[in-house]
């Protein structure tokens, strides 16, 4: 071995310690840097002609590539699960507990119990303005509940949004980490701080997207989807909203794949990440507590307005006007049973008293003249009108149907037949119409519309309608645009709308005449409607509107609630009393102010039975309005609960796969003290050399 040679290896030892030493040095610095993984220093011998000649490091960063994977889908699902039971636990507290007061389904109880103080003393005007009080302060509340759920699916948006501009930022970063680690490769130079800060942006957006990544060849990464849609290689997708959500107000999240100017739906091709349980939470959790919600309003608001139906103001209002139902004079009547029209004076005696027997098809005054009436409602009106005389009067227009009494001082009274009360889709005669709600709202509460499949639809051939099919998640999976056909009936509407839906749902159509949409296939959750240009005769109401499609309008039922405007100008508008019309005949009394059997009825109301339909994850059940509630508050308990147990057994796994990899990729400070001591040795030892060769020189050249 020549002096030069021994100056050689020296220097190579010197060069390669003092590398090794940086690179420990590194590790000491980031030991509590999160996500950093340590760099290893391996020592080769570098080659010369006749031996050996020195000695060259190769300085990598340790990672395990399938720790590193399991990790990120780990984050992938606990990111998720945190997002949704973070919503769906402040969801679950703007229920809250129905024994807890300051709850929306606390308001109840006043209302009925105000109603009950009523039946006690119906002519206190006190009680009865605190019954509109009580009444006004549960629709408020409804409201503004209503209003805090979409206020969280708001949020949830909002959030989506800040997300993906984050995971496009983040993308962005690590296609140009990929171009410098594949130059720093091909110069055959070190990239591990590159690689350091890539990692730490993989696991950042595995956070926001779960992702699949592979090494590339030359180096660097290449990111797809968990099902294979390419995100990342030397250059980034870009995700944003769909852009042919049109007005849609919760917009789906698209993709275009690198190089690429095709948008492709991103729900679907995601299972785990803080956006996937963005997107769950305000398309799927939310929305169904929104459907419950809406649900539970609509019982409340329907059965006050059942009762008050039954019941009449003292004196009796001397007209009476119905809300919009949807319906037009062709329609059949589907009306069975008997109720009496009266009449009355302002002492509560009668003038005229009108027995309608829709099975017979006739109404008897109490002079025994009859009036004879088809199958229709605008038939039906003129035959009542008629019946009337100059008594009175009664109207139907654009879905409302109308009566007055039409002298001075008198009022119109309604009551069902105790022992066969008209009935038309579970509804009796004065709550079919309206004509007597307590509640109201500006769109119909209840979707059963009470006709046959034997009916006109009442819609225009080539209006149209465009529902959209949702996953499991709430994502649109699929758009189909439906037009109005060239047939007449509901039973040929139901038709047409399978043929279009089909593969996705069908309808169904019970006794009561609502229609519904009802999902088919495990992939479909649900069968919305993005856009409706129908509308039923001179009702100005669309299918959906009438038949409660999609999540929209069935949602906010629980919004826009309020005290029908008469009353609440008034309150000795309340129905307090209740009428016996059945057999009476003119001059006898049936109104008395000291009467309180209607409002005992509404005070009745809270406990009675009705049915509920099925409302997002909540099935369709005959229950109370109070018990109800209790279900509705319990579901959104188990509900938040779940999606907190799922986050914690997310969390669970994710940590001990992290323990595991930072077992192995972490840095020690023991280990690294042992190598930094090693090093400097090792740096010694080769000055040392140095110094010895140099000695060897300057003892040759003296010799000269």
């Not at 307005?305 to 809300?323: D, K």
């Not at 409602?377 to 035959?383: L, V």
């Amino acid at each position: 071995m020549t002096i030069t040679s021994i100056m050689g290896t020296g220097l190579s030892a010197l060069a390669a310690n003092q590398q090794a030493l940086k690179a420990t040095s590194t590790n000491v610095a980031n030991v509590n840097t999160e996500g950093y993984s340590r760099l290893d220093v391996h020592f080769n011998s570098r080659g010369a002609s006749g031996g050996l000649g020195g000695v060259e490091v190769d300085i990598v960063r340790v990672a395990n590539r399938y720790l590193a994977a399991a990790e990120m889908r780990g984050a992938a699902d606990v990111a998720a699960a945190d997002v949704l039971s973070q919503f769906m636990d402040r969801a679950q507290g703007l229920l809250g507990d129905p024994s807890d007061s300051a709850t929306v389904f606390a308001t109840l109880d006043p209302v009925f119990s105000s109603f009950g103080a009523l039946a006690v003393d119906p002519a206190s005007a006190l009680r009865r303005s605190a019954a509109l009080s009580d009444l006004q302060t549960m629709l408020s509340q409804l409201e503004r509940t209503s209003g805090e759920i979409t206020a969280l699916r708001d949020e949830a948006h909002s959030r989506a949004l800040a997300s993906i501009e984050e995971a496009n930022s983040l993308m962005a970063g690590i296609a140009r980490l990929n171009t410098s680690i594949q130059r720093s490769t091909i110069a055959g130079l070190s990239a591990s701080e590159a690689e350091t800060e890539q990692a730490r942006m993989l696991d950042r957006l595995s956070e926001i997207i779960d992702i699949r990544m592979q090494e590339r060849p030359l180096g660097g990464v290449e990111i797809r989807t968990t099902d294979g849609l390419l995100m990342v290689d030397i250059d980034a997708a870009i995700v944003g909203l769909d852009s042919n959500a049109g007005n849609e107000p919760y917009p789906g999240v698209v993709m275009m794949s690198p190089r690429s100017t095709t948008e492709t739906p991103l729900d679907a091709h995601i299972s785990g990440g803080e956006l996937n349980g963005l997107l769950r939470a305000r398309d799927k959790e939310l929305v169904d507590l929104q459907l419950a919600f809406g649900e539970f309003a609509a019982g409340a608001a329907e059965a006050l307005n059942a009762a008050h139906n039954q019941a009449s103001a003292v004196p009796a209002p001397s007209s009476l006007t119905g809300r919009n139902t949807g319906l037009i004079a062709t329609d059949r009547l589907n009306f069975t049973g008997v109720t009496n029209i009266a009449i009355v004076d302002a002492d509560g005696l009668v003038v005229r008293n009108l027995r309608v027997d829709f099975n017979a098809g006739e109404i008897v005054d109490d002079q025994a003249n009859i009036t004879t009436f088809a199958n229709s409602i605008g038939n039906f009106q003129t035959a009542l009108d008629a019946a009337l005389g100059g008594d009175g009067s009664a109207g139907f227009s654009e879905g409302v149907f109308s009566l007055s009494a039409d002298i001075g001082g008198t009022g119109i009274v309604i009551a069902n037949n105790p022992v066969n009360p008209a009935m038309r889709g579970g509804r009796g005669f004065s709550h079919a119409f309206g004509l007597n709600d307590l509640v109201s709202h500006g769109a119909p509460l209840s979707y059963a519309t009470g006709m046959s499949g034997a009916d006109l639809h009442g819609f225009d051939a080539g209006e149209t309608v465009t529902f959209a099919i949702r996953d499991q998640d709430g994502a649109i999976a699929r758009r189909v645009a439906f037009t109005v056909g060239a047939g007449t009936t509901v039973a040929s509407l139901r038709a047409d709308i399978d043929a279009a839906i089909a593969g996705y749902g069908q309808t169904s159509f019970d006794a009561n005449g609502r229609m519904t949409l009802v999902a088919t296939g495990n992939t479909v959750g649900r069968i919305d409607v993005i856009d409706d240009s129908t509308s039923r005769g001179d009702t100005n109401l669309s299918m959906s509107g009438i038949f409660g499609f999609g999540e929209t309008l069935p949602a906010e039922r629980s919004r826009s609630l309020g005290i029908r405007a008469d009353i609440q100008a008034d309150p000795q508008r309340l129905g307090s009393a209740a009428a016996d019309l059945a057999g009476a005949a003119a001059g006898t009394r049936v109104l008395a102010p000291g009467d309180g059997r209607g409002a005992l009825a509404v005070e009745a109301a809270g406990t009675r039975p009705q049915t509920f339909a099925t409302a997002g994850t909540l099935t369709g059940q005959v229950t109370s309005i109070m018990d109800y509630a209790a279900r509705l508050a319990g579901h959104a308990g188990v509900r938040a609960e779940a999606l907190d147990a799922a986050r914690a057994a997310a969390e669970s796994v994710r940590q001990e796969v992290r323990e595991r990899r930072m077992s192995e990729e972490g840095v020690n400070l023991d280990e690294e003290l042992v190598k930094m001591t090693t090093y400097q040795q090792a740096y010694a030892a080769a000055s040392r050399m140095i110094t010895a060769a140099r000695d060897l020189y300057d003892i040759v050249l003296n010799m000269v």
